[in-house]
T-cell receptor, first 115, second 109 residues
Framework: EAGVAQSPRYKIIEKRQSVAFWCNPISGHATLYWYQQILGQGPKLLIQFQNNGVVDDSQLPKDRFSAERLKGVDSTLKIQPAKLEDSAVYLC?????????????FGPGTRLTVL | QKEVEQNSGPLSVPEGAIASLNCTYSDRGSQSFFWYRQYSGKSPELIMSIYSNGDKEDGRFTAQLNKASQYVSLLIRDSQPSDSATYLCAVQGGFKTIFGAGTRLFVKA
């Protein structure tokens, strides 16, 4: 069974530029998550989708971050314009559902450096 | 504000010893608890899940849950240098999962 796929793996941009990340979840997984992980911290949820609907985006900085999951499968996360503090690893995860006993499986992540 | 607390470490144990990692959480309604292992530069990997009070064993790993004390722990028996990593505790209540900041474990050969 293929795991969660993400691209690109690394990205370096200058502040005020835009960037987009792509994620393809495990086949059959209804729930998709985007996390931001800053060095030395745990993953912080940015947005959670159930199929193609948003379950939780309370911590997404909506003035600069956007995400979509068209057709309920793969997803893109965009940052526009980027700030220095957006330098982090962006992790995508998926799970079968979003109710109890919700084991999440992570992709390899995208390491973003904003200069 | 729902929180998950872990000692950041580093926790250093000799090879062959038992490593004990602890996690406390604030939301009494939490129902599902997970331990993830994260090697440096890699993404988190699920190693254990536990849903009921008591112990759950899987190979060298034992997860322990005490909902009354809002406490979950992970024991690693016969620790190996390859166990050196950051261990993340994750707690789910409803549809929300919150991750702790992780405990760094070093196993000395």
């Amino acid at each position: 069974e293929a795991g969660v796929a993400q691209s690109p793996r690394y990205k370096i941009i200058e502040k005020r530029q835009s960037v987009a990340f792509w994620c393809n979840p495990i086949s059959g997984h209804a729930t998709l998550y985007w996390y931001q992980q800053i060095l030395g911290q745990g993953p912080k949820l940015l947005i959670q989708f159930q199929n193609n609907g948003v379950v939780d985006d309370s911590q997404l900085p909506k003035d600069r971050f956007s995400a979509e999951r068209l057709k309920g499968v793969d997803s893109t996360l965009k940052i526009q314009p980027a700030k220095l503090e957006d330098s982090a690893v962006y992790l995508c995860a998926s799970s079968l559902g979003s109710h109890q006993r919700n084991e999440q499986f992570f992709g390899p992540g995208t390491r973003l450096t904003v200069l | 504000q729902k929180e998950v607390e872990q000692n950041s470490g580093p926790l250093s144990v000799p090879e062959g010893a038992i490593a004990s990692l602890n996690c406390t959480y604030s939301d009494r309604g939490s129902q599902s608890f997970f331990w993830y292992r994260q090697y440096s530069g890699k993404s988190p990997e699920l190693i254990m899940s536990i849903y009921s009070n008591g112990d759950k064993e899987d190979g060298r790993f034992t997860a322990q849950l005490n909902k009354a004390s809002q406490y979950v722990s992970l024991l690693i028996r016969d620790s190996q240098p390859s166990d050196s990593a950051t261990y993340l505790c994750a707690v789910q209540g409803g549809f929300k999962t919150i991750f702790g900041a992780g405990t760094r474990l070093f196993v000395k050969a």
